[in-house]
């Protein structure tokens, strides 16, 4: 079968990619190895991860997006060419028409940057849509009703918080703190708490294990391994989760101030139906265990997790692909 359509969910911390018939045929960390000095591509995705704070000098490891947009063009270039002819085949004869998922704050060069590797990485035509438009779809929101519906769609590198209303984006925020961060908050407060060095997956995974958005009584608890700095030897540490709650706070009330900034120029109407509907979370830091509480507890707001948060932005490019000639005149940004 000849591949036409792909949709790519290009995120600061996994890269999904969608294909009409088939589904999300790829789910892998944006990540890529080199080997110095020629700069060969050693590995994409999930082994290049691997590799991440295990790698000699001749090999280095780049996360080639950060806060959501392209820090490394060539880097992510080849990364998307990798993902691209992995999805469609070595024999497919067509460049396929590919809509990707950009931030709702993306500036005119990050656009060009985004569109170029792309074409680039070999498709015929590239449509960017913002993000907080695809989470919605892929959360089933009615995105084209007249009633006001809230998103919050947190992925490792950006936080986008969007009102929709009639196919659009109303009033917005886009904040550069998402799940990244808080991997950095656990390493340096554990860091400066215990003079323990942990690498960026210990982090991430004790985030995953036993993170939290509020304290408890029912503290859940994680035994780690890193590196003592007094003594530079290896050491066990236990943690639990009621310190992860404390570590990355600061960020989780800087994701509620933009919340309430975007409430505060909604349009009073709008406001009035998320208040009765709720906001709905979306993206894989949207999994954080007593995220929606949060948010009820900081603003009055009932919230909810999409069903299959992190895949809700790769699904909204299902949506567009099955509708692509409608969606080309209302949603899509093409250059």
Wanted: glycine share 8%.
């Amino acid at each position: 079968m000849f591949i036409r359509k792909i949709g790519i969910d290009l995120g600061t911390t996994n890269t999904l990619v969608f294909l009409p018939d088939r589904g999300i045929v790829i789910n892998e960390p944006t990540a890529v190895a080199l080997r110095k000095p020629d700069n060969t591509v050693l590995a994409v995705g999930a082994e290049a991860k691997e590799m991440v704070g295990r790698t000699p000098d001749n090999i280095v490891t780049y996360r080639p997006l950060k806060d959501g947009v392209i820090a490394e063009y060539y880097i992510t270039q080849a990364m998307l060419k990798h993902f691209i002819s992995k999805s469609i085949g070595p024999f497919n004869i067509f460049h396929p028409e590919v809509v990707i998922s950009v931030p709702a704050g993306i500036t005119s060069t990050e656009h060009r940057a985004v569109m170029n590797a792309a074409k680039e990485a070999g498709a015929k035509e590239v449509y960017l849509v913002k993000e907080p438009l695809l989470a919605s779809l892929g959360a089933g929101i009615p995105i084209h009703s007249a009633e006001g519906n809230m998103i919050v769609n947190m992925g490792g590198g950006t936080t986008e918080v969007a009102t929709i209303s009639l196919g659009g984006i109303v009033t917005w925020a886009s904040l550069r703190v998402a799940g990244n961060r808080f991997d950095q908050a656990i390493g340096d407060y554990i860091r400066k708490k215990y003079a323990l060095a942990i690498g960026e997956n210990t982090a991430e995974n004790i985030k995953i294990s036993i993170g939290t958005a509020i304290s408890s009584r029912n503290k859940s608890e994680m035994k780690i391994r890193g590196r003592d700095l007094p003594s530079g030897l290896p050491k066990d540490l236990i943690i639990n989760s009621n310190e992860i709650a404390e570590a990355i706070n600061s960020h989780l009330v800087d994701i509620m101030n933009s919340v309430q900034s975007v409430f505060n120029v909604t349009p009073p109407e709008l406001a009035a139906d998320i208040m009765e509907k709720g906001i709905i979370l979306s993206g894989g830091s949207s999994q954080l265990r007593e995220l929606p509480e949060f948010f009820k507890r900081s603003l009055g707001v009932s919230a909810y997790v999409a069903e299959e948060p992190i895949l809700c932005v790769a699904k909204g490019t299902a949506t567009v692909l099955n509708h692509l000639d409608v969606y080309k005149r209302t949603l899509l940004s093409k250059r």
